[in-house]
């Protein structure tokens, strides 16, 4: 089996984000904003637990529509 060049550096770039990651900073500034629960907009919660539902739905929508695409095998 013959490694391409191409998924190597792919490898590569995603091995140093993933590292770089480990040692990033963690700006507490940012996340103190969102954890009370008094700046919780229940709008947005709401409409992310819609469209996330839609995208669930759509994925197995997607799956029938191209299973019903293939051609028998005999």
């Known amino acids: 089996m013959k490694i391409e ?4 550096i792919s490898f ?3 091995a140093t ?5 480990l040692f990033w900073k963690n700006s507490n500034d ?3 904003e969102f954890t009370t ?3 919780i907009n229940y709008a947005d919660v709401a409409w992310l637990l819609t469209s996330s539902s ?3 739905l759509m994925t197995l929508d997607l799956s029938f529509f191209y299973g019903g695409m293939v051609g028998k095998k005999m």
């Open 5 to 8: 060049k191409r998924w190597v």
């Open 12 to 14: 590569i770039l995603v």
């Open 17 to 21: 984000v993933a590292i770089l990651g």
């Open 30 to 32: 940012l996340a103190s």
């Open 37 to 39: 629960e008094a700046k």
């Open 54 to 56: 839609f995208v669930l």
